[in-house]
């Protein structure tokens, strides 16, 4: 841009004098530089001191804080210590409410169990101490002892003897509460033979009945006393954190009547008023908790810690600075001086380099708008006369050119916008507008860059990103855009529409036999095709394939939208391809949803489509279906859909889980071993177990049950040792296996080829398949049973007799075992056809030499029935629930 004219400069008047050679005079040195380097320097020293001082005082402030703090703490932690010891105590009482006798091995294992000297290393004994009444009065003698080890000398003490611990156990008798002793002399002894300085903690037990209300009900009803001795000191001392004991002197006593010690953190030196002092009132004694901060060390603050340091530096380089202002005064005199010299030089200099800017460069008065001033890339794009031009006419639109007849301020206006040339061809630039005062004149500068083909670009990027490549119809994406608008309108009160979702029948077959350019030419030319027979408002797009959608705005009935569906199929069914001489007849399957009801969500409306769809295929294709809730079918197809959409990606997600179940061997020959069949599970988004009768369906429909096999398979014989808590001890694990992949003749070398891997004994691995797949393949099962037995693996018939057939086929069979159908083994006491069933198939079975098994076991009668006709082993959830094999747990 242009720069202001020379009057605008500074004049030389307003600059330093100049000597002869043109250079500015020294301005003279002030001799007050050294007096304000000088009171610079002391300033800061004493600022940095007083910081300094500050700064340790806080210091020191924090220091006792925190030691406070740890005084709480530590005292807090003695209260939960004698909490946590009432809670053992307690739950000794419970062994004796709970047991009408409780004998010494009772005792022996509820102590081993309990493990109290792990949480309470100071605990000396738990004792149980049992009322008598004798002519001189209510003894109480000790009869249970734990650990007896140390312990023998309390085993039939007279607590009447001790007076202090006689008094906590009448304290806990007519309170119902814990008791707390005075300290004095047990009569354990240490390694030394010295008697043991401790407390006891008290509980009553009384008889059985409601909990006495009263004290002269709880004395009458009293028959003994629960204790547990500590060592005083070590009890009391390891409530305290190592932390507090290397910082504070504590000291605790019992100050209940005359003050007596139980512990001394530092017992050489004495506690005198002491920082921290506070009574504990527990089990009807009142400790007093002294603590005095011990001396420490004085903080050193480092250099690291310290303000002194950078606060000394801060100040010299301060008084630096102060130094060096003088000099940079004289110096930026000189400086400017030069500076003004060039600038008229520079002025040049930018005016050429302005010219040579590939931007649009045009400087007009903010009043009028007239063109002052445009550099060469403005004459080029905009016209040779450009200058003496008004700027609002070189834009085409009515508000930009208002705006610049009388714009707001001195802010910046951006804005893309299709400028006009002197010739009237348009083009669009990125456009940036500011006032500015050159000479004390308010100016309009405009800077552009023209940006046509970059609009250009980015229009075809949109058009590419919601439209099909192919037919130039939406895309999936903008068509659910679009589509979620339209639920959105019907949620706020709009009229109905309706998603149809059309699939053609004979795509297939032309892409087979003409090729996929053929393909994609009747793609093009039934988009077309629907395009005709659709209202302007209504939407049209290609979802994927040979898959289109139509949204029909505002259909307000189902009546309505089946007639524009129907017209729809049958302009297609009308419609003969033709591609080299060839002709093909074309037919469509069409599913519809209506959209009548607020809060319905877009995937589970494309599932509805879906699902109506193939509904119409079903039905025998070329017609139109709309979905219902009430229809069962389409219901139960769409569940088996949904299913099969999550089974494809269930292994990845690890959703699909191994439970096992075991058999319980029913005669003697059978065996001990461990035997348990696989069953799969899957897991839901809410991380329950889903059986599989709810999903194998779907996997059968749809073809995955390969997949979901192969699967079990290679989880189960990878982790073969942890399918069981009997790990290698696990005689036989069961795997089913379904119709398709008995069918897939390479499935059998697969699996041997897995337990060579894995070094799994093919012995320990059965495999099960139902009657029902084995008599519809007999040849091909038998094929694939022979090669699994043949490398070692067992073979087992579920479900037999369920299809009614001949039990000849056996004989054909390369079976080891049978598993008689549940039906039979539920109904067999009750139905003598069912009980023969049950007992031909055992005898059957056992006189090929087949293990038998019966499935669906219920009851202990079933079972004793089952002994009595030699089936081998039992199966049923009221034997053993399944449960997640070990490896999946988590």
Known sequence: MSQPPASSLPTQASLPAVAADGMATRPPQGSWTGLWVLLTLLLGVGLTLLLHHQQRARQQAADRAAMHELADKNFAALQARLSSSELLMRAVQTLFIASDEVTEDDFAHFYENLRPRELFPSLVALAYAERETRPDGEHYITRRVQPRAGNERLLGLDIRGQARNMAALVAARDSDQSSLSAPFELVQTNAAGQHILGVTLRLPIYSEGTPPVSASERSARLVGSIAASFRVS?????????????????????????????????????????????????????????????????????????????????????????????????????????????????????????????????????????????????????????????????????????????????????????????????????????????????KLLMVAADITEQRQLNERLSHQAS???????????????????????????????????????????????????????????????????????????????????????????????????????????????????????????????????????????FAQADTACYMAKELGRNRVHFYSEHDDETARRRSEMEWANRLRWAAEEGRLLLTYQELTPLVAHAGDGVRIELLLRFRDDNGRLVVPGAFMPAAERYGLMPVIDRWVIETALSHFDQLHPAGAALQLATINLSGASVEDDALADRIIELLALHRVDPSRVCFEITETVAVRHLSQVARFMQRLRTAGCKMALDDFGAGMSSFGYLKNLPVDIIKIDGSFIRDMLDDPVSYAMVRAATDIGHQIGLTVVAEWVTSEAVMQALRELGVDLAQGFSLHMPELVPFQRG
């Open 467 to 605: 439209h099909d490549a192919l037919t130039e119809l939406y895309n999936r994406r903008e068509f659910e855009r679009r589509l979620a608008q339209t639920m959105a309108a019907v949620a706020a009160g709009a009229p109905a529409a309706a998603l149809l979702y059309i699939d053609l029948d004979q795509f297939k077959l032309i892409n087979d036999t003409s090729g996929h350019m053929a393909g994609d030419q009747l793609l093009t030319q039934l988009a077309m095709v629907m395009r005709e027979q659709l209202a302007r408002h209504d939407v049209l797009a290609r979802l994927g394939g040979d898959e289109f959608g139509v949204l029909l705005p505002n259909v307000a009935t189902r009546d309505a939208a089946e007639a524009i569906a129907e017209q729809l199929r049958r302009r297609i069914d009308g419609y003969v391809f033709m591609w080299e001489q060839r002709s093909y007849s074309i037919s469509a399957s069409v599913g519809g949803v209506l959209i009548d009801q607020p809060g319905m969500h877009l995937h589970e409306l």
């Open 234 to 442: 070590e009890w009391v001392g390891s409530a305290f954190s190592t932390d507090a004991l290397q910082r504070l002197h504590v000291e605790v006593s019992d100050v209940t009547a005359a003050p007596q010690p139980l512990f001394d953190s530092q017992p050489a030196a004495a506690i005198a008023g002491g920082d921290f002092t506070r009574d504990l009132h527990y089990g009807g004694r009142v400790w007093r908790v002294a603590m005095r901060y011990r001396p420490q060390p004085e903080p050193t603050f480092g250099w690291s810690q310290s303000l002194l340091p950078s606060g000394l530096l801060v100040t010299l380089l301060l008084a630096l600075l102060v130094w060096s202002v003088a000099g940079t005064q004289r110096r930026a005199v000189e400086l400017g001086w030069r500076m003004s010299r060039r600038y008229r030089e520079s002025e040049e200099r930018f005016r050429a380099l302005n010219e040579l800017l590939p931007a649009l460069v045009v400087l007009a008065d903010a009043v009028g708008g007239r063109v002052t001033y445009a550099n060469q890339a403005s004459r080029d794009r905009l016209g040779e006369s450009l200058i003496g031009r008004e700027l609002p006419e070189m834009f085409d639109d009515v508000a930009v050119r208002r705006w610049l007849r009388d714009p707001p301020g001195e802010e910046v206006s951006r804005l893309d916008a299709l400028l006009r040339n002197e010739r009237g061809e348009r083009f669009w630039a990125s456009v940036s507008i500011a006032r500015v005062e050159l000479d004390s004149v308010s």
